[in-house]
């Protein structure tokens, strides 16, 4: 089902998402029906509404379901000027790893490890954030207003 996005001050953006069963396709759909690749290069359940711990991010390799991820940091931090759906006109200075470990069940509930870097690292970062209920707000060196 699509789904729209919750807007930028809800609660639920702000909560730590509890972990997907196995057996719970319904998130992954939801996700997949609401994603508009273009404008999104990543989306968090909890951005359209859904207090579990499950994204979509658009790899370089292609859309890939991340559900209940851990992440390891492996690289050095780097700047990262991100943009986030949910904030919609607001660009953000923020601190990444420019390079992640990211385990995950995929839309097949197999485990999967991968390592990340460029934009695949930042994207799984961003998203394994929402599910933390860390928004890129929150982690802002500076941020900014776009211009119209
Ligand atoms: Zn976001």
């Known amino acids: 089902m699509k789904r729209n996005l919750v807007p930028h001050y809800s609660e639920i953006l702000q909560q730590k998402c509890e972990p997907v069963e196995f057996n719970n396709s319904e998130v992954m759909q939801d996700l997949v029906d609401s994603f508009k690749a273009g ?78 870097t460029g934009l695949d690292a930042l994207i799984a970062q961003h998203e394994y954030d929402h599910l933390q209920g860390v928004t890129m707000i929150k982690k802002a060196v500076t941020k900014q207003f776009k211009r119209a």
């Open 39 to 116: 404008p999104m290069i990543g989306l968090s359940a909890p951005q359209i509404g859904i207090n579990l711990q499950c994204s979509l991010c658009l790899f370089s390799t292609g859309l890939e379901i991340v559900a209940n991820p851990e992440i390891e940091y492996l690289g050095k931090e780097i700047p990262s000027m991100e943009r986030c759906l949910s904030f919609p006109h607001i660009v953000c200075k923020v601190m990444r790893n420019d390079k992640v470990k990211l385990t995950y069940f995929d839309s097949k509930w197999n485990k999967k490890e991968a390592i990340l």
